[in-house]
């Protein structure tokens, strides 16, 4: 980070009232969504900020390929990888999930750098795996370690979450993972839930790294052109977005989704040239799939909280 | 060193960021806190806060520290409370908790069946909704609750689950009251009254989901802290409730719904005692509860989940 940036992030304003009135608000559609939720805004270029619960450790769950997706160009840039180099994803032995080269049937050959788009816009399994594999787990822990992220740690590949939600639930499908969520202790036992056993987080420090995105500091400037383009092509419109129903208002973000946890982190951008970070993470008291109030809560929360940060 | 006092001023510091305002909450003047938090980084050998002109932030060890504090602080207060226990003389208690809408039979029933098991000890019997008593459970508050399901049941010991099909309660004289079971989506076009969210928001939420699943949307849900209120709003046709099975009362008239798509679902929950003695106590309550809610609330043992039926979508998929 530069000594300019430095100096910006240092100017917060006295947090009054105004500040705790919206902490409440914001927990108050959390609890009427049937969620409880963590949350961190801040405005990109001052530094301004708004925050429920902001350095819990959460779950990272598919936002952990955010912070590979910044490894993946920093070693783009010291010539570490060719992005542009083709790779062969065999049809046999492919990380689950429902969308990308994970719900397809045969040999698809791609480049690098047309994987990070699939694991970003449709957060594809399979090209996430592969694309992990290539930079490595220690590189990606090491570049967060580096942009001052230090509860920021990717422990597990798509194929081991998958192994270990199936093989902690005792269930063949992942269906049935959500099936038997029910059932008492079944949650409590699955290491993929519980942010000190698998791959985390705090909305702080996700905030902190899209405001490095956004700020051309997470690597060259044209690794970060090129992360924001993916972020903006995202094609979820269910959480983040959902709370910016407006034309001119830029959201990309990337989701993450374990059974009962739904995330998502982003940037918002107004045509005035305001831009505000913001990482929501969730956790459902209902053990059911399809919650859309659960999903919109993280529109709301973003909104009520940039919306605070809007004004002067 | 105070190793305690040292910690409740970091917790207060942490949490406001601020330490003017930490020390007007600890009602202590700014540089003796600012000492305390010195003394307490020279023991502990790290920095907690980084400080500047403009603000104070937690140092990485800090966030580190912070959660350890907070816990040890909980605990200290509970050596405070078992203390007081003692001194009293309530450790021969057991603290429980029971939906308040349990039913006034029910609750003799549990109270005269703890007397006849464990006449030695005495049962502090509350009435509490199951947040509040899953709240009540984590501080310490009390020993044993009655839940209602879904809820947040991490660190708790759980019973078995019991199941409690709900039926619809009519006016006497509605027209659905003449046939002997009712379709939930027959229900339509109906306000609904049930008891309030916040009682049990994980069960209200996972009611009212099943209540659209199967056609019947209520177009208002009026919230009845008290069953009594409840049925004034049913007799005057204002809405209809969804409860189990119950007597048909003087302009009333309980009905099954077809398919039973509703039902509670209970067990008594608790915090894993240390002391035998007051684990046994709490095994006790825990048996006599449920035996009581089978035998007197017509509650049943649901073996497994029910078996749902989940197709994951895109969006709701794995690792979306």
Known sequence: ?312 | MNVVGHLRCFVMVAEELHFGRAAERLGMAQPPLSQRIKRLERELGVRLFDRSSRKVELTAPGRLLLDEARDILTRVDRVYSVAERARLGESRAVRAGVPSDLGGPIVAALIAAFRARRPDLRLDLREAGTAEQVRALAEGALDAAVVRHPCDARDLELGPMLGRPLGVLLPAGSGLAASPEVHLADLAGRDLVLPPRAEAPGAHDELLAACRRHGYAPGAVHEARHPGFALGLVLAGTAVALVPRADDTAGTAWRPLVGEPLAWRTSCAWRRARDPEHARAIADFTAVATAVLRREAGMTPLDAAPARRIVPRPSSGFLA
């Not at chain 1, 519980?194 to 044209?222: C, H, N, V």
């Not at chain 1, 989701?255 to 990482?279: C, F, I, K, Q, S």
């Open chain 1, 1 to 312: 980070m530069s000594e300019a940036n430095r100096g910006a992030w240092g100017v917060v304003p006295p947090q009054g009232n105004g500040m705790s009135d919206i902490t409440e608000r914001i927990e108050g559609e959390f609890k009427a969504a049937g969620v409880t939720g963590w949350l961190h805004a801040v405005d990109v270029d001052t530094g301004r900020e708004v925050s429920v619960g902001a350095d819990g450790p959460v779950v990272l769950a598919s936002v952990f390929k955010v912070p590979l997706l910044v490894a993946f160009h920093r070693q783009a840039a010291s010539g570490r990888l060719d992005p542009s180099e083709q790779v062969v994803l065999r049809a046999e032995d492919r990380t689950a999930g429902p969308t990308g080269v994970s719900g397809m049937l045969d040999d698809v050959r791609m480049s690098l750098r047309d994987l990070t788009f699939l694991m970003i816009t449709v957060s594809d399994n399979a090209a996430a795996d592969l694309v992990l594999d290539r930079v490595g787990r220690d590189a990606v822990n090491a570049t967060s370690a580096a942009l001052d992220l230090p509860n920021t740690v990717v422990e597990d590949s798509g194929r081991e979450l998958h192994e270990s939600l199936l093989a902690d639930a005792g269930a063949a499908t992942f269906g049935e993972v959500w099936a038997r969520l029910d059932e008492p202790g079944v949650r409590e036992r699955l290491r993929v839930l519980d942010p000190l056993r698998t791959s985390r987080s705090t909305p702080r420090e996700m905030t902190r790294l899209l405001s490095l995105i956004w700020r051309d500091e997470a690597a060259p400037a044209e690794g970060c052109a090129a992360m924001r383009r993916l972020f903006g092509l995202q094609v979820w419109p269910h959480r983040l977005s959902s709370g910016f129903p407006y034309d001119d208002v830029l959201v990309s973000g990337k989701t993450g989704t374990l059974p009962t946890l739904r995330n998502e982190v982003g940037v918002v951008e107004y045509p005035d040239g305001g831009r505000y970070a913001v990482a929501v993470f969730t956790r459902s008291l209902l053990p059911i799939a399809v919650l859309p109030q659960a999903d919109a809560v993280i529109g709301t929360a973003a909104r009520l909280a940039v919306e605070t940060l809007r004004v002067p």
